[in-house]
């Protein structure tokens, strides 16, 4: 009998390089643990392109090493490729975690995570007392814990992160060490001893630290007091949302209007009674990134009413959120703690529109006049990064922001594309940049009108560049030629190319591009908004685009009105009412809704303005119609704050149920199919003057545009054979609306595109914007 060769003993040195997200996930410590487990030598260490390794050995070893540095690899990496070459064998022994060179600078390789919330392993250890970082406010490990909100440059090092003024104490540093420890190597490692500090300021009091700062400020919480809390990413306002008083007084301090604020429970069972919550919500609120998600307000029990009527008047949702932060956990009160507030408000620290607060002097300043006191911390936030916002849709996350849990993980992208600088739009601004198949979109900014919202976009377009190593060689913007981001592109490109994009063409490319379409096909782009400047100077916002990355022709829209004074009519959605009504040539009857809100005089300037057409550009918008109708059914007429009236418009054709809808008029004109909505107008005011309740012409209505839909989509489908529609723009973060056109779409054969990974707002605009500029500028 032949013997059996011998396995090969001649040692084998092997250098791998990971990309992806593996770094402050920690990788390093799990190679460590690998390498050793198999007996392999050498060393492993972050560099600018993700995570460098040598290992040497048996061949089996380095073999088996290879292959499951990708299959093992930590629950929180995402690794994008592993690539290893063999090189002399060094002969070294032991393995270790080598020193990150200063040279190694970001190339685009390498990821930083986003912030996570406070792991289960890390919650035991805060309400242990017999663990050491018991009530520790700062608890972080490998697994959770502040990323991106702290690094000031890579490769993700201590030393690149605002911790590095705080030394390690001989037993953090000893855990830091050990392998064995679960934070062995992990970078934001602090204790009590060496830790930040927490701080209460309360004017005309002696300034308290540490479990008496949070002491003071739960109490003062409890007492019906607002109180700044400094967080992650930015300050939040807080006060105790089962206090009607406090909220009050944070409405009126903060000149919120009828907002509805989001708020923070201390576990699932305090919303429980006010909520409608599914499995997939459930998820979303107890995982990693615990977002503020919007839930269904359940009809108000005994108890339930005065806390929904204070925190969201007439709104149809309440947004919540789960603590993801130890600081968060013990605010909120562990088991044994003296009672207090287990339901509060956390809002962002701002101005309405304004970028979150995070500099701890500015707080002061600018907080003054809105809190009573400040809980505040000595870890610098370098990043601002306020909470993302999701909704559910028939069992299915709809962002409607994306930011602090989900920034700067990369969206992938179909096609290659050069270094580009997209600028985003002028409300809920986001900019993006991206190179070769990878975009990086920055967390929400915040609306481009004023000075502090221009310098943090500013701050966050330099961050994102550096943090991953591109250098755009074209920049793009939104074709508004008033768009703040527009001009600050123009500043920042500095003679390189400036490529201007439609706005619901980078909607719909958006749309696109996040389900992996290369755009060899079109699609049918439905992208209904409020605003967005249109080819011709009009402002649409009801369109049906026949569109690629490369170009878009108009294959319908809702037919244009005038839109009498521009932000005027945003803000009081009774003259867009007015508009609509002369429009479709039905009379002002005192007896209507919008007529008897506008006030005498205004109405008798409305009517000439509308006659001569002074300060009325022509809109086609989607959402000014379900502003309108909702001043003609009663419901708003008056615009405290962004879509008021169609959110509150969504919310009583909620409560109503389904209903058959009205029909709109379809006529040709100027090449293209006009959506005319008078018809709609004209049986929603026979069914008000017959007595309807508002609920059930708000039905109506939604059934009536979500079937205009399903008809102008098989209109395209017959003249161009296209099968697919995405739905995108702002008036698709409603859920009703959104889940009608989907399941009818689908119904009908159409693949549908609805949002997964960038909101349909324009917080993803930026997304289609350098799609379009990669197929532009080619």
């Keep these: 009998m032949t013997p059996a060769p011998e396995a090969d003993t001649a040692p084998l040195r092997v250098r791998v390089t990971v990309q992806g997200l593996v770094q402050g996930v920690g990788f390093r410590p799990f190679v460590y643990t690998l390498a050793a487990g198999l007996g392999l030598s050498g060393h492993?260490?972050?560099?600018?392109?993700?995570?460098?390794?040598?290992?040497?050995?048996?061949?089996?070893?380095?073999?088996?090493?290879?292959?499951?540095?990708?299959?093992?690899?930590p629950a929180a990496a995402r690794v994008a490729s592993v690539r290893h070459e063999p090189i002399a064998v060094a002969g070294t022994a032991g393995f270790a975690i080598a020193a990150t060179r200063a040279d190694d600078g970001p190339t685009g390789s390498a990821l930083i995570p986003p912030d996570t919330a406070t792991c289960a392993d890390c919650l035991a250890e805060l309400t242990d007392p017999a663990d050491r970082r018991h009530r520790h406010p700062f608890l972080t490990c490998t697994a959770c814990g502040p990323r991106f909100t702290i690094v000031t440059a890579l490769p993700?090092?201590?030393?690149?992160?605002?911790?590095?003024?705080?030394?390690?104490?001989?037993?953090?540093?000893?855990?830091?060490?050990?392998?064995?420890?679960?934070?062995?190597?992990?970078?934001?490692?602090?204790?009590?001893?060496?830790?930040?500090r927490l701080a209460l300021i309360a004017p005309g009091?002696?300034?308290?630290?540490?479990?008496?700062?949070?002491?003071?400020?739960?109490?003062?919480?409890?007492?019906?007091?607002?109180?700044?809390?400094?967080?992650?990413?930015?300050?939040?306002?807080a006060c105790d949302a089962r206090n009607a008083e406090a909220v009050a007084l944070l409405r009126r301090r903060k000149n919120r209007g009828d907002k509805p604020f989001a708020v923070m429970a201390r576990d699932l069972r305090e919303v429980e009674p006010l909520v409608e919550l599914g499995a997939v919500e459930r998820s979303l609120l107890t995982g990693p990134v615990?977002?503020?998600?919007?839930?269904?307000?359940?009809?108000?029990?005994?108890?339930?009413?005065?806390?929904?009527?204070?925190?969201?008047?007439?709104?149809?949702?309440?947004?919540?959120?789960?603590?993801?932060?130890?600081?968060?956990h013990l605010l909120l009160g562990l088991p044994g703690d003296p009672e207090g507030p287990r339901l509060l408000v956390m809002t962002s620290a701002n101005l309405a529109g304004e970028p979150i607060v995070t500099d701890d002097g500015e707080a002061l300043e600018r907080l003054a006049p809105l809190v009573d006191a400040w809980l505040a911390h000595d870890r610098p936030i370098h990043v601002p990064c306020d909470d993302s916002v999701v909704r559910v849709v028939d069992s299915v996350p709809l962002p409607l922001r994306r930011s602090r849990g989900c920034v700067p993980a990369p969206v992938d992208l179909p096609l290659e594309v050069r270094p580009v600088l997209a600028a985003g739009g002028d409300l809920k601004n986001t900019l993006a940049v991206a190179a070769g198949r990878r975009a990086w979109l920055s967390g929400h900014i915040g609306d481009m009108d004023d000075l502090a919202t221009l310098d943090a976009f500013g701050r966050a377009a330099d961050h994102l560049t550096a943090l991953t190593g591109v250098a755009p060689s074209v920049l793009v913007a939104d074709r508004h030629p008033g768009y703040r981001s527009a001009r600050r592109a123009a500043h920042r490109a500095a003679g390189r190319p400036l490529v201007r994009v439609q706005h619901h063409?980078?909607?719909?490319?958006?749309?696109?591009?996040?389900?992996?379409?290369?755009?060899?096909?079109?699609?049918?782009?439905?992208?209904?908004?409020?605003?967005?400047?249109?080819?011709?100077?009009?402002?649409?916002?009801?369109?049906?685009l026949i569109a690629d990355y490369a170009g878009f022709r108009r294959f319908a829209q809702l037919a244009y009105v005038p839109l009498p004074g521009g932000d005027a009519a945003v803000a009081r959605p009774y003259r867009m009412a007015l508009a609509h009504l002369r429009a479709a040539g039905i009379g002002w009857a005192a007896e209507l809704a919008p007529v008897a809100a506008c006030p005498d005089g205004e109405l008798r300037v409305l009517e000439r303005q509308l006659e001569s057409g002074l300060h009325s550009v022509p809109t086609s918008s989607m959402g000014r119609l379900f502003d309108a109708v909702s001043s003609l059914a009663g419901i708003?007429?008056?615009?405290?704050?962004?879509?008021?009236?169609?959110?509150?418009?969504?919310?009583?054709?909620?409560?109503?149920?389904?209903?058959?809808?009205?029909?709109?008029?379809?006529?040709?004109?100027?090449?293209?199919?006009?959506?005319?909505?008078?018809?709609?107008?004209?049986?929603?005011?026979?069914?008000?003057?017959?007595?309807?309740?508002a609920g059930l012409v708000a039905a109506r209505f939604h059934a009536a545009v979500a079937e205009l839909?399903?008809?102008?989509?098989?209109?395209?489908?017959e003249r161009h054979g296209l099968g697919t529609v995405a739905l995108t723009g702002g008036v698709f973060g409603n859920a009703l609306l959104l889940s009608e056109c989907a399941r009818g779409l689908a119904a009908d054969g159409f693949r549908v595109l609805r949002h997964r990974r960038v909101p349909p707002n324009d917080g993803g605009l930026a997304l289609g914007q350098l799609m379009v500029a990669a197929r532009v500028a080619a």
């Design 44 to 73: 492993v260490g972050n560099t600018g392109d993700g995570v460098l390794a040598e290992v040497e050995g048996p061949a089996d070893a380095v073999d088996s090493f290879c292959r499951r540095v990708a299959a093992d690899a």
């Design 505 to 544: 063409h980078a909607h719909v490319a958006a749309a696109m591009a996040e389900h992996g379409l290369d755009g060899e096909q079109p699609v049918i782009g439905v992208a209904f908004d409020g605003t967005g400047y249109g080819d011709d100077g009009a402002v649409w916002g009801g369109e049906i």
């Design 205 to 237: 009091a002696p300034a308290l630290d540490g479990e008496a700062a949070l002491g003071r400020a739960r109490l003062l919480l409890a007492e019906g007091a607002v109180v700044a809390v400094k967080g992650i990413g930015g300050y939040h306002l």
């Design 156 to 196: 993700y090092d201590r030393a690149a992160t605002t911790m590095a003024g705080f030394p390690m104490c001989a037993a953090c540093a000893r855990e830091y060490r050990d392998p064995a420890d679960r934070r062995f190597h992990a970078q934001p490692i602090s204790c009590h001893d060496c830790g930040p």
């Design 636 to 693: 708003c007429h008056r615009a405290g704050y962004e879509a008021q009236a169609a959110i509150e418009l969504e919310g009583a054709a909620h409560a109503h149920g389904p209903a058959q809808g009205y029909r709109f008029a379809l006529r040709r004109g100027d090449g293209r199919w006009l959506a005319d909505p008078a018809p709609v107008l004209r049986a929603a005011v026979a069914e008000l003057r017959a007595g309807a309740p």
């Design 290 to 328: 615990r977002p503020v998600v919007l839930l269904r307000r359940r009809p108000a029990g005994p108890g339930a009413a005065p806390v929904l009527d204070a925190v969201a008047p007439r709104g149809p949702d309440l947004g919540v959120m789960l603590p993801y932060t130890p600081l968060h």
């Design 709 to 717: 839909v399903r008809r102008i989509c098989a209109a395209a489908r």
